[in-house]
């Protein structure tokens, strides 16, 4: 039995990521999706029939829908601040597909505007809620792996063109791997570390142009590239911590792991942070590891950890938490101040290349709090 009233929501982009969000919504019964919107009529009513849902309506018909307590704003990147300043003005809360924002001037509108409103504004990635993450995340807080004092984070691949039906958007300006796949790398390591006090990075493209594929084979055009390709840095958190990332779409094949949290006694391997389950392994310190030639890779006593969390959420879980926070009168986990200092830090990166410096992060957040355990058949917690 639900102890909130659900939150009904409406959602605005019925694209590539829709069906990520409504395949395993039933477990969360505190959402209720109430209505899709989209520029395309045609698309939007046959997305609707698939998944059950009486209100097909066009983007300025849901804004105007008093059933509509929450609009998940799933439009393009450039898309996402203009979206979401128009779901405030019309009363609305709003979650936003990441990133939150593509520049810290529309963000701050946005978070004005909310505040202003007295809604709530927030955005993905919700990875971090996950069963993998939180369940990493309770064996740094439980001392497993003693003092966090670094971490590896890694995203790299050839780029979406061979795959992606509408690419160019990832190529733009405001876009690029540390926009696109970034934000998981960068949430996740702050719910594992807290806030971020400054960059310092590389950011270059291979090309200027790449081939287009036409998806039989072969080329024909090319795609502008009008942002970095490759993003290489490190990160400084208020703890004391480090992090190095790597985030890049102009890499054939490695051997890199996705996530990785050094201690001062052991570490952990964490789950892909782009996949809400899976389980961590432990790697607690061992005689072997003081020699100068330690254990090699894939030896000693790695341990696969028992998930503490529920694993079937998938990207629900974020209007499930928000929803709640807002019904209980509490800041929720991907609130504002969070997405935003989320933005600053993936912005930086390129700040730091341009201007040859480390940079810092005017921003701050607080670190979110984990959500309880549960087991594989209880109900989802926020409390």
Known sequence: MSEVEPIRVGIVGVGNVLNQYLDKIAVHPDVRIVALADVNAEAVKGRAQQYGIDKALTPDELLDDPEVELVLNLTPPKL????????????????????????????????????????HAGSAPTTF????????RKL?????????????????????????????????????PMLDIGPYLITNLVNFFGPVQRVSASTPRSSQTRPRPTGDGGYEGVIDIQTPTHVTGSIDFESGAVATVIVSWDVWNHNLPHLEIYGTSGSIAAPNPDHFSGAPVLRRGEPGDLALDMTPPGGGDWRQTPITHRDDAYRGIGLAEFGHAIRTGVEPRTGGQFAYHV??????????????????????????????????????RFD
């Open 80 to 119: 996402h601040a203009p979206v979401s300043l128009q779901a405030i003005a019309a009363g609305k809360h709003v979650l936003s597909e990441k990133p939150f924002a593509t520049s810290l001037a529309e963000a701050q509108q946005v978070l004005e505007a909310a505040r202003a409103a007295g809604v």
């Open 343 to 380: 933005l600053e830090v993936l912005l930086a990166f390129e700040a730091s290349s341009t201007q040859g410096r480390h940079v810092d992060v005017d921003s701050t957040c607080e670190r979110p709090r984990p959500l309880p355990s549960v087991g594989p058949h209880e109900p989802y």
């Open 129 to 136: 809620l996950g069963s993998g993450m939180q369940t990493s």
């Open 140 to 176: 740094i807080d439980d001392g497993w792996i003693g003092q966090p004092v670094a971490a590896f984070g890694s995203f790299a691949c050839r780029g979406y063109e061979h795959w992606h039906p509408n690419v160019d958007p990832f190529y733009s300006p405001g876009a690029g």
